[in-house]
């Protein structure tokens, strides 16, 4: 399932590294750090935890830049964990993480939702 997901990510650049992380609500596993954080499918899912969030939330948040990603495959998706950098109102609003899930299968036609979406107390690590 990853490697699908990773086809569709940098195609001609080494791009990842396997980095061991924890995040809130979850038991440790291996998280796969993705470098081409510019890639389009990358941006959208990012873009994608902003516009999700503002819509449940008003927040009036808008993105603003990817810090980094993380990707680990789970039974029956993928999760992908963003650090990324909101504006409201056209000022910086703060760094934010977010976890967003990816549904996938045979009969799933790419199907994201977001997770979570808090302030970032450490940074961008």
């Known amino acids: 399932m990853i490697s699908t997901v990773l086809a569709n990510i940098g195609q001609h650049d080494p791009i990842l590294h396997v980095t061991k992380d924890t995040t809130k ?13 510019e890639d389009p499918y990358v941006q959208e899912v990012a873009k994608f935890a902003v516009t999700e969030f503002d819509k449940e939330k ?13 990707i680990k495959e789970e039974m029956g998706g993928i999760k992908y964990r963003l650090i990324l950098e ?11 993480e977010a976890i967003v899930w990816e549904a996938s299968g045979r009969l799933i036609i790419r199907k994201l939702k977001l ?3 808090m302030p970032c107390i450490h940074g961008a690590e």
């Open 86 to 96: 909101v504006t409201k109102e056209g000022k910086v609003e703060g760094k934010y």
């Open 115 to 117: 997770i979570s979406f």
């Open 25 to 37: 609500g979850d038991q440790q596993s291996e998280w796969i750090s993705i470098r081409a954080i």
């Open 58 to 70: 008003m927040a009036k948040f808008q993105y603003k830049h990817l810090l980094r990603c993380w």
